[in-house]
């Protein structure tokens, strides 16, 4: 079975700073893929990265990268230039390998509540 | 593309009713799936469905029913409300086609059930 943990219940971060926000996984399988969702305090589920198992550079969308350490099976979401508008909960999640009937499903880690302080 | 649509936005109930909570997407996605979202657990998957009439058991699947009739529709019935079933519940939807392809979610169903 898959799990995902996020040892980080809080974080706090100056405006404009980076921010780095843990992940660590544990699978079985070889192949899978591994996300990162933002949700404010609206509550909407918003993607911001993706990072396949196969994939040997790590994942940039912006401002996110994804520092993936295959061996040690982490995959930590790192923000840079924190902005205001960054606070929110983050979820990191796992989706099973492609090629079964339970392909698609996610599991979700706990969350990490990032503030930014101006 | 309206996307990932849920409906209501918000229900009460009482212990005992049923009810159904509504999910339609237009993008032709095979993949459909629900979550629950409690507060400090993250989310956690009650049903999906990889296409038409294909449904399986995710991690909390009891006291819920689906059925997948169309490619658009993926309903989730309470059979039976309980307090424990207070939740906020996502509908989300993707392709089934391997990559980086992400779920799309829908706005979320609070449900109170006293």
């Known amino acids: 079975a898959q799990k995902i943990t996020q040892t980080q219940p809080g974080m706090f971060v100056q405006e404009k700073e980076a921010v780095t926000l843990d992940c660590t996984y544990d699978?079985?399988?070889?192949?899978?893929?591994l996300f990162w969702y933002k949700q404010p305090s609206s509550g909407e589920m918003i993607f911001l990265i993706y990072?396949?198992?196969?994939?040997?550079q790590n994942a940039t969308e912006g401002r996110y990268s994804l520092n993936f350490q295959k061996a040690r099976k982490s995959a930590n979401l790192v923000i840079s230039a924190s902005q205001l508008g960054d606070s929110a909960m983050y979820f990191c999640?796992?989706?099973?390998?492609?090629?079964?009937?339970?392909?698609?499903?996610?599991?979700f880690g706990q969350g990490t509540i990032l503030t930014v302080h101006p | 593309n309206a996307g990932v649509t849920q409906t209501p936005k918000f229900q009460v109930l009482k212990t005992g009713q049923s009810m159904t909570l509504q999910c339609a997407q237009d993008?032709?996605?095979?993949?459909m799936s629900w979550y629950r979202q409690d507060p400090g657990m993250g989310l956690r998957l009650i049903h999906y469905?990889?296409?038409?009439?294909?449904?399986d058991q995710g991690e909390v699947p009891n006291g819920y029913n689906v059925s997948r009739s169309t490619t658009e529709d993926f309903p989730l019935r309470l059979l039976s409300a309980a307090p424990s079933q207070t939740s906020v519940y996502f509908c989300?939807?993707?392709?089934?086609?391997?990559?980086?392809?992400?779920?799309?979610f829908g706005p979320g169903t609070r449900l109170l059930v006293l």
């Open positions: 999640a796992m989706r099973e390998p492609a090629g079964g009937t339970s392909y698609g499903k996610l599991t």
């Open positions: 989300a939807s993707s392709y089934s086609g391997g990559g980086r392809e992400t779920q799309y």
């Open positions: 469905s990889v296409g038409a009439g294909i449904t």
């Open positions: 990072q396949g198992s196969y994939d040997e």
């Open positions: 993008m032709n996605h095979e993949y």
């Open positions: 699978t079985s399988d070889q192949s899978y893929g």
